[in-house]
């Protein structure tokens, strides 16, 4: 066979050669196990790298949420104290006493 690219073998021809050299077949066999191996199928390593990015993702995601529940936590802590509780009103929710008058003041970047 003669084509644009060159003398290419067909196929009879190329599994004739696999035949008569012996390590061709190994070869072969080793080369379409990576192929599967890393590409194809449900362990294949790319699936792999996607699920550590997703593992590590959500492990960031778990922490911010443990720091969040801890936070929360601490706040619960604290307004069991009459003092805190006024305080956290105060800041939290602009609260007041009746003869009081709550000013906001907002600094201004520079």
């Not at 390590?23 to 379409?32: A, D, E, F, H, Q």
């Not at 699936?47 to 619960?76: G, K, T």
């Amino acid at each position: 066979m003669h084509t644009i690219l060159g003398n290419c073998m067909s196929f009879s021809e190329f599994w004739t050669l696999i035949k008569v050299r012996k390590w061709g077949k190994y070869v072969i066999t080793v080369v379409l196990f990576l192929l599967v191996f890393l590409f194809i199928g449900d362990q294949s390593i790319l699936r792999f790298i996607h699920r550590q990015q997703e593992i590590n993702r959500l492990e960031e995601q778990r922490d911010m949420y443990q720091q969040s529940a801890e936070q929360a936590q601490r706040e619960i802590q604290l307004l069991h104290n009459a003092d805190s509780l006024e305080r956290f009103a105060r800041e939290q929710y602009f609260m007041h006493n009746e003869n009081e008058d709550v000013y906001l003041v907002e600094e201004s970047e520079k």
